[in-house]
């Protein structure tokens, strides 16, 4: 079967760091992506891992362990437009399909 | 970059109406897109998988016959929620993969549209 897993809320305060964790088991794996949707919002593409390893991109970095089905997001220099969902999604072959984890609700407070 | 529409951005209905969601690829082409349903405060759960020139394929659980979808062109599928009724009302978001990237980086990305709201009294 297809699971992955996030925990539901993290709080963190602004300028901080915080790292968001996601741990998947699926039938196939061709890439894990993260995804931050603002309420009542779409989602939109914050980074790619398809190998294992730290890929970082300005604020936002996400690291890839295929062996351990284990990614991270990892946020820095926190502001309070990042209070935001954090969703984790696993291309599950080489089909074209994502499956989502639950998503993660990131409180930035002042 | 590429974008996705979505047609409403938010409807409210009579329960036992029906409701005609377009998803539209600006500029690229996308044989495939894909309707997701997402509930308040949870996270995106795949309807089916629309199919240029061929029939849907829905996920288990999900009414065909409830949920028609038409993917008219290589830009534009549509979904109809059909005798919606109240437990119907949710947030309907679709989106289309491209290629992005150079031949060693590339990726297939999903692009996403603005998600339609539907509220059905």
């Known amino acids: 079967g297809q699971n992955i897993d996030q925990p539901t809320e993290m709080t963190a305060t602004e300028g901080a760091i915080v790292q968001i964790n996601c741990t998947y088991q699926?039938?196939?794996?061709?890439?894990l992506f993260w995804y931050q949707q603002h309420a009542g919002e779409a989602p939109t593409f914050l980074s790619y891992?398809?190998?294992?390893g730290l890929e970082e991109k300005g604020r936002f970095s996400s690291f890839l362990s295929r062996s351990k089905g284990y990614s991270y997001l990892l946020l820095k220099e926190l502001q309070m437009k990042d209070s935001a969902s954090y969703l984790c999604?696993?291309?599950?072959?080489?089909?074209?399909?994502?499956?989502f984890g639950p998503g993660t609700r990131l409180s930035v407070l002042p | 970059g590429a974008v996705v529409s979505q047609h409403p951005s938010r409807v409210i209905c009579k329960s036992g109406t029906s409701v005609k969601i377009e998803c539209r690829s600006l500029?690229?082409?996308?044989?495939?897109m894909f309707w997701y349903r997402q509930f308040p405060k949870q996270s995106l759960m795949l309807m089916a998988t629309?199919?240029?020139?061929?029939?849907?394929?829905?996920e288990q659980g999900v009414e065909k016959d409830k949920f028609l979808i038409n993917h008219a062109s290589l830009t534009l599928s549509t979904l109809t929620v059909t005798s919606a009724h109240p437990e119907d009302s949710s947030f309907y978001i679709c989106?289309?993969?491209?290629?992005?990237?150079?031949?060693?980086?590339?990726?297939?990305?999903?692009?996403f549209g603005p998600g339609t709201r539907l509220t059905v009294l």
């Open positions: 999604a696993v291309r599950d072959g080489y089909g074209q399909n994502f499956v």
């Open positions: 989106s289309a993969p491209r290629q992005r990237g150079t031949s060693g980086r590339s990726r297939n990305e999903q692009f």
């Open positions: 629309s199919n240029e020139g061929s029939k849907a394929t829905y």
């Open positions: 891992n398809v190998l294992d």
């Open positions: 500029d690229f082409q996308a044989t495939t």
């Open positions: 699926t039938s196939g794996f061709n890439g």
